[in-house]
């Protein structure tokens, strides 16, 4: 039985995506595939429940059967952070290796996701190199590349992996076009002199960073007051308006598939955004708009949505949405396959971990 663990330098680097469509890639070659959390980051109620959201996106894509308990045995809750500060020995390593066995019976192979950061853990003594270490697997690093300061942020993932051998390779991800043959030709062979193996360099793809409205809807509980019609409308940006309103309407008309949060009481932001055409409005703070902006929105065909919660806490909850591949709908699972088809060296990652 093979195993990976999937590691990033840092939150919403693509790692859920990329476990996601590697274990469709080996279910294609007729492997079994488990998967496996071992610590919940991300809580969500699950029929009274307590799971983790990842972990609950791969049950329904791989269908599993397993016991939540077994995928993700370890839930990072204000308890789990107390006990662990007041020194209070939780013998994780066992409950790893039980939770690890369950998933991996009668399969060929057992993905494990990493949580959050490559140190999210550290002080429950559960960093992926942690984990990696009590579960005897290899890890795949996943590093969103924004900009060269990401070959600082793997040099320095890497000195927390103290056996090189541990690390199976890493994965360039979201590469912007413009910035593709700068990577290829100058970073690939930095961090590769350097005995750090690239196994590929993902380009940045709107398919997988859009999201309908109507998600946006559902995860922010929120209000539709105008242009339902358009719920399906795909968006791949956030704006924030909180300028002044001839600034307001440059700034959006650079972003045009994008959603404007701002003040329900910001008037003069909506009827900019609507202006503007950008692709929705969320207003925060529960305050109605005026009926000249849910006009003018209705005939702009723009969804026009309202939250109870701040726009601090609403952006917080929006840079966990747009960006990350969820997959809830077809064409984004089989996109993510394509990519990694052709721009990962999957024979190679196979071999490395024994398959």
């Given at each position: 039985?093979?195993s990976i663990l999937i590691s990033s330098s840092e939150k919403y680097s693509g790692k859920s995506s990329l476990c996601t469509g590697i274990g469709m890639i080996l279910r294609n070659k007729g492997y079994s595939v488990g998967y496996m959390k071992p610590i919940g980051n991300m809580l969500v109620d699950v029929n009274g429940v307590l799971s983790d959201e990842d972990a609950e ?164 509980h929120a209000e539709v007051l105008a242009g339902s019609e358009h719920l399906e409308d795909l968006v791949d940006h956030y704006l924030v308006g909180a300028m002044e309103v001839n600034a307001a309407i440059k700034y959006f ?103």
């Open positions: 039985m093979a996106q791969m049950r329904r894509v791989f269908d599993l059967e397993d016991e939540p308990k077994c995928i993700t045995p370890i839930l990072l809750t204000d308890n789990l952070a107390h006990d662990a500060l007041a020194g209070v020995d939780k013998h994780f390593d066992k409950t790893l290796v039980n939770a690890f066995s369950a998933v991996s019976k009668d399969r060929d192979v057992v993905l494990i996701e990493g949580t959050g950061g490559i140190g999210g853990g550290a002080m429950y003594g559960l960093s992926d190199p942690q984990v990696s270490s009590i579960l005897g697997t290899k890890m795949l690093l996943v590093t969103r590349y924004d900009s060269v300061y990401a070959v600082d942020r793997i040099l320095c993932d890497i000195e927390l992996i103290h056996d090189p051998e541990m690390l199976a390779g890493v994965i360039l991800n979201e590469v912007d076009e413009s910035q593709m043959s700068y990577v290829c030709e100058l970073v690939v062979p930095f961090l590769e002199e350097r005995g750090i193996k690239v196994i590929g360099v993902l380009p940045k793809d709107s398919t997988l960073r859009s999201v309908p409205i109507s998600e946006i809807v559902e995860d922010l008309r650079r972003t045009p598939d994008s959603i404007v949060i701002t003040g329900g009481d910001r008037s003069d932001i909506q009827m900019a955004a609507i202006e503007a055409h950008v692709k929705g409005l969320v207003l925060t703070g529960n305050l109605q708009p005026s009926a000249a902006v849910l006009g003018s929105a209705d005939e702009a065909g723009i969804p026009v949505i309202i939250v109870r919660g701040d726009t601090m806490s609403t952006i917080g909850r929006m840079e966990g949405l747009i960006g990350r591949a969820r997959f809830r709908k077809e064409h984004k699972l089989g996109r993510m396959v394509d990519l990694i088809e052709n721009n990962v060296d999957v024979d190679g990652l196979l071999s490395t971990i024994g398959l």
